[in-house]
C-alpha cells in the first residue's frame, strides 16, 4: 500500500535519506527473464499466425498500396465499446495483424496476445536497468516490477493457451473461464502494484525509465479483462449490481463436501487433520539439526522441487524462523507447510516501510506459487504500529489455503494480493487496513482481532483495492468472529474501529453471517478521501450479529447495502465467489461451500 496511507508521520522521517542499494539481482536471474519472455513470445506469436492467415484469407486486399489508416471495423468498434479505454482498444486492433477481418470471439483471442507481447516487451526491455545506481526504495520497486511482470506474462501466457481458436492443436487448453478471469485479475493488479511502488519512490532516472516502459500496460490489460468477460459472462464479475447473468459454468455445479472443498483430494483432505508428527513429509525443518535435513525454511524452499503436480510437504518443527526474503516463488507450485501449531512454529520479521522498502517487500513470508498450502503455523511482522506498513504474510498464489494460522501485525498484517484463497480458522491480528489486498478471498471462521493503534490513528480492519469493475476479486469474511484485544478494550473506546475502507474505486468487502463486538463502530465503514468511491464501491452486511452488528446507524453511501437477498449473499461463498468447490476438496481443509451449509 502506499504511503499516502502514513498517518501521523514526523517532518524528521520524511526527510530522512535512504541509503545507497548495491545491485543485487545476478546475472543469471536475468538471462533466465530475457530467455523465458523470448521463448513466450515466440509461442504467443505462433498461436497467432494460424489465426491471421485465416482472417487476411477472407480479406480482400485494394492493392493500392496505402497507408491511410483504415477504420475499425463494427466487430473493433462493438467490441471496444466495452473497454474502459475505448480509443486505446480501437488504436492497438488496428496496428495487429488480422484485427480487421476478425470476429468478436476472435477479438479476444487477439487481445490477450496482444497484450502478452506488450508486458512481455516491457520486462524485456526494465532489465537494462538492473546495473543503474538506485536509492533503497526505488530498488525495491524495482525489483517488484520485474516480479511482477514475470508474473503477468505467465497468467497471460496462460490465458492465451486457454482462449486459443477451437481446432488450434498448437494450443492445448490450460484452464476455463473463471481461470482465465482470474489471471486477467491478478495481472491488473500485478501492473497496479507495480506502479504503485515507483508513485512511492523518489523521482529518478530509473523511475522515468520504468514509467515509460509500463505505459498503457495497466489500461490494456483491463481492456482485456472486459472483453473476456463480455464474451464469458458466466457469473456477476461487476459486483455492483446483480443482474442478466446466466447460470453459473457447469464444472462450479455439484455439491461440496460439508467438511472439504472439492478441490482437495481425499489424501489432501487427511494431510489437513492429520498430526503432523505422523506425516511422511519430504523435507523435515528444524532449528536445532534434530532430526530436520535442514536448519532454515528458505534451504527447504529451494530445494523443493519446481512445477511440481503432486503435493509437496515441508514440516516445519517449533522454534522461531526469521528468514529474510522468505518466499515461496511462482514455479514452486503445490508446496505445503505443516508447523507444529500456532505460536509453536513462528515464521517472523521485522521489516517495514520505515526501512524504505515497498509494502510488498515487507512480508516475512510470501507466496506465489500456485497451490500453497500453510497449517499450524504463526505468521508475525514484530516491527510495531509505529512503522507503519510491515506485512506479516502476503500471497498471491492461485488456489492456495491457510488452515489453522496465526498472521500477527498491526498495520498491513494480511496481504491479500491476488488470485483465489481461503483461509479458515485462522487468528488475524491488526490495526490499519489489516487485511488488504486484491484477490478473491473468503475468510471462514476466522477470528478477527483488532488491536489498540498509535495515537490519532483509527482502526480499519479491511481495504480492499479492486481497482477495475470487471476484476473478479473480493474480500470476503463468513462465519467470522470480529474481537478487540485486551489493550483496545482498556482504551475505552478512545479509538474507533471500522469494518473497511475503500483503497481503490471498486473496493469489495462483505460480511456474511459474522460476530461483531461491541468495538464496531455504528457507522461501520469509514471513507477514504471524501467521497471518493462511495458511488462505485460494494460493501455489503449479511445477517451479521453481536453489539456492533446494528446497520441502523450505517453509512447512506451508494454503494453500501445491507444484504437482504439470498441469491445476492451466496455470490460471495467459497462455491460461487472463488469457486471453491472445484478445487478445495483436494486440499483437505473444512469450509462450508454455501451460506450454511
Not at 3 to 14: D, F, H, I, T, V
Request: hydrophobic share 35%; with cysteine; proline share 4%.
Amino acid at each position: 500500500m502506499n504511503y499516502g496511507r502514513l498517518e501521523a508521520k514526523s517532518q524528521s522521517e520524511r526527510e530522512q535519506p535512504e541509503p545507497e542499494l548495491p545491485v543485487t539481482k545476478s546475472k543469471s536471474r536475468l538471462q533466465k527473464i530475457l530467455l523465458i519472455v523470448g521463448i513466450l513470445l515466440i509461442v504467443a506469436s505462433a498461436l497467432t499466425v494460424g489465426l491471421a492467415i485465416g482472417l487476411r484469407s477472407n480479406s480482400s486486399g485494394n492493392g493500392s498500396g496505402s497507408i491511410t489508416r483504415p477504420k475499425p471495423t463494427k466487430a473493433i468498434s462493438r467490441v471496444c465499446s466495452r473497454t474502459l479505454y475505448q480509443n486505446l482498444c480501437v488504436n492497438s486492433f488496428l496496428d495487429f495483424p488480422g484485427s480487421l477481418s476478425a470476429s468478436d470471439k476472435d477479438l479476444v483471442h487477439i487481445s490477450v496476445n496482444m497484450t502478452l507481447g506488450h508486458v512481455g516487451r516491457a520486462l524485456y526491455a526494465s532489465t537494462d536497468f538492473n546495473n543503474m545506481e538506485m536509492s533503497t526504495r526505488v530498488r525495491s520497486a524495482y525489483d517488484d516490477c520485474l516480479e511482477l511482470l514475470e508474473d503477468s506474462v505467465d497468467q497471460l501466457q496462460q490465458s492465451l493457451m486457454t482462449v486459443a481458436p477451437d481446432g488450434d492443436t498448437h494450443a492445448p487448453r490450460v484452464g476455463t473461464p473463471n481461470d482465465v478471469m482470474t489471471w486477467l485479475s491478478a495481472s491488473l493488479t500485478n501492473q497496479d502494484t507495480c506502479t504503485d511502488g515507483l508513485t512511492d519512490a523518489e523521482e529518478g532516472e530509473v523511475k522515468n525509465l520504468m514509467k515509460d516502459k509500463l505505459k498503457d500496460l495497466s489500461e490494456l490489460v483491463s481492456n482485456t479483462l472486459a472483453i473476456y468477460s463480455s464474451e464469458n459472462a458466466g457469473n456477476d464479475y461487476n459486483g455492483i449490481t446483480v443482474q442478466n447473468r446466466r447460470k453459473l459454468l457447469k464444472e462450479n455445479s455439484g455439491e461440496a463436501s460439508p467438511e472439504f472443498p472439492e478441490w482437495m483430494s481425499r489424501k489432501e483432505r487427511k494431510l489437513m487433520e492429520m498430526p503432523a508428527a505422523t506425516i511422511q513429509a519430504d523435507i523435515i525443518v528444524s532449528k536445532d539439526g534434530g532430526n530436520g535435513t535442514f536448519k532454515t525454511i528458505k534451504e527447504a524452499i529451494k530445494k523443493a522441487p519446481e512445477k511440481s503436480s503432486r503435493r509437496f510437504i515441508i514440516y516445519v518443527k517449533a522454534g522461531r524462523y526469521e528468514e529474510n526474503d522468505l518466499k515461496v516463488g511462482r514455479k514452486k507450485t503445490n508446496l505445503m507447510f505443516i508447523g507444529d501449531g500456532k505460536g509453536k512454529t513462528v515464521i517472523t520479521g521485522g521489516i517495514s516501510v520505515a526501512d524504505h522498502v515497498t509494502t510488498f517487500h515487507t512480508a516475512s513470508f510470501a507466496a506465489t506459487g500456485a497451490g500453497f498450502m500453510a497449517r499450524d503455523i504463526t505468521f508475525e511482522n514484530y516491527a510495531g504500529p509505529e512503522k507503519h506498513q510491515a506485512v506479516a504474510l502476503r500471497i498471491g498464489a492461485d488456489r492456495s489455503v491457510v488452515y489453522r494460522c496465526n498472521i500477527i501485525g498491526y498495520q498491513d498484517s494480511l496481504y491479500v494480493h491476488s488470485q483465489r484463497q481461503l483461509y479458515r480458522d485462522c487468528d488475524i491480528y491488526g490495526t490499519v487496513d489489516f487485511i488488504f489486498g486484491n484477490a478473491a478471498v473468503v475468510l471462514q471462521n476466522c477470528n478477527i482481532y483488532a488491536r489498540k493503534p498509535m495515537d490519532r490513528q483509527k482502526v480499519t480492519i479491511t481495504a480492499q483495492n479492486r481497482k477495475d469493475p470487471n476484476q473478479n476479486t473480493g474480500i470476503s469474511i463468513h462465519f467470522c468472529k470480529l474481537l478487540a484485544q485486551p489493550d483496545l478494550k482498556a482504551s475505552n473506546g478512545s479509538f474507533q474501529t471500522f469494518l473497511g475502507r475503500p483503497w481503490k474505486k471498486y473496493s469489495r468487502t462483505v460480511y456474511l453471517l459474522s460476530y461483531m463486538g461491541d468495538h464496531i463502530d455504528p457507522k461501520g465503514w469509514l471513507e477514504w478521501d471524501g467521497s471518493f468511491a462511495l458511488d462505485t464501491l460494494y460493501y455489503g452486511e449479511y445477517m451479521n450479529n453481536g453489539p456492533g452488528a446494528g446497520v441502523k446507524g450505517r453509512v447512506k453511501w451508494p454503494g453500501y447495502r445491507v444484504i437482504t437477498s439470498v441469491i445476492e449473499a451466496s455470490r460471495f461463498t467459497v462455491a460461487k465467489f472463488i469457486y471453491g468447490s472445484s478445487w478445495l476438496p483436494s486440499t483437505g481443509v473444512a469450509f462450508v461451500a454455501g451460506l450454511t451449509e
